[in-house]
């Protein structure tokens, strides 16, 4: 039967397919045209997006990602290649080229200290702040945990990814383009660098380095037992900030003969940028302890020189200030967050 011809008034049914010859739309490259042997162009397909879009998400995604995932695995290649990827067109290359790594001089990297690399790199890092610089300081920190569950057993073996810092800015809203921080720095508690606890931090950068620990804007629940033993048991807080190892770290400036009221007024010093300017709610203004019931974190700092991390006695170093500061951590823990049947801080003591 012959093939009925459709008569100029009768409307074409299948609306999405038009002529070449009268198209208006200007001609696409022909890197993105169909083969010519199929006569109309096909709407694009939805479900996943092309190869390309995913490549351009993931790389988007890639500046938020961890320091320690910036090895990334190498990408599976998709089983079920995308349609609308033209399988003849010539083949795209990128070409990355490897930049040399920085020479070790002939000492070689080790987990119980840090290269002189590593120092070198944050002293560069500002001046050349991408990812290609970043090198990892994990396994300094794995070696640094057990040397402070030496000094503090309560302190577990976490993941480092539960005691380190993330290296990288968060640059989405900010007008500082630099993508990576200018140290490395590391927590160590209970919990890792988060939760209630007290706890012992490392901030390793040229010239600013420093090793302390405490606690740091507790909430407010845990500030509020702080300065409740402030107030009750003040003979408590003058005994364990006059620890001799812990005034010899963090406060050698004071003798051993200064009255026990030295320690607490340096302690409030260090504290009181971010203390209250009033009395808090609930004490007068005229309390014996006013200065530290002002104070809304208890933390102390040691400044150090970098070159202690990368000696061959790093760990014996970094251990030692531990252990000065390991008397303050437990004490504060011992108000915040008493371990059961300790009796917390309520118990009666001699004040005076």
Avoid at 187 to 215: D, M, N, Q, V
Wanted: hydrophobic share 30%; aromatic share 10%; with cysteine.
């Amino acid at each position: 039967m012959p093939a009925r011809k459709r008569g100029a008034s009768e409307p074409y049914e299948g609306g999405r397919r038009r002529s070449r010859r009268i198209s208006s739309t200007p001609k696409k490259s022909s890197y993105f045209e169909d083969p010519e042997d199929e006569p109309s162009e096909r709407p694009r397909k939805r479900g996943r997006p092309s190869r390309r879009s995913r490549i351009a998400k993931e790389e988007a995604d890639d500046e938020f990602d961890d320091y320690n995932d910036e090895v990334e695995e190498p990408a599976q290649e998709n089983e079920d290649e995308d349609d609308e990827v033209d399988e003849d067109a010539p083949m795209k290359k990128t070409i990355i080229p490897l930049e040399k790594m920085r020479d070790t001089g002939g000492i070689e990297y080790e987990d119980e200290k840090l290269h002189k690399n590593t120092v070198l790199f944050l002293r560069d890092l500002k001046a050349n702040n991408k990812r290609s610089w970043l090198k990892y300081w994990q396994s300094f920190v794995e070696a640094t945990t057990l040397s402070i569950i030496d000094v503090d057993e309560t302190i577990p073996e976490l993941p480092v990814k539960d005691v380190i810092f993330r290296i990288y800015r968060d640059i989405r809203f900010s007008k500082d383009p630099t993508p990576y921080k200018p140290h490395f720095s590391a927590a160590w508690s209970r919990t890792g660098r988060k939760g209630p606890y007290a706890c012992y931090y490392i901030h390793c950068e040229p010239k600013k380095s420093f090793i302390g620990g405490g606690l740091w804007m507790p909430e407010k629940d845990h500030l509020a037992r702080l300065r409740d033993s402030i107030d009750r048991h003040p003979r408590r807080w003058r005994r364990a900030l006059n620890n001799a190892d812990f005034k010899r770290v963090f406060f050698p400036q004071i003798k051993a003969s200064a009255p026990e009221d030295k320690v607490l007024d340096a302690l409030a010093e260090k504290n009181k940028e971010y203390s209250l300017k009033k009395r808090p709610q609930g004490y007068e203004t005229d309390h014996r302890d006013i200065k530290l019931l002002r104070l809304k974190s208890f933390t102390v700092g040691k400044a150090i020189n970098e070159s202690i991390f990368c000696a061959d006695d790093a760990q014996d170093q970094v251990k030692e200030i531990i252990r000065g500061l390991e008397p303050f951590v437990s004490f504060l823990n011992s108000i915040v967050m008493p371990d059961p049947g300790m009796g917390g801080d309520d118990s009666e003591d001699e004040e005076t």
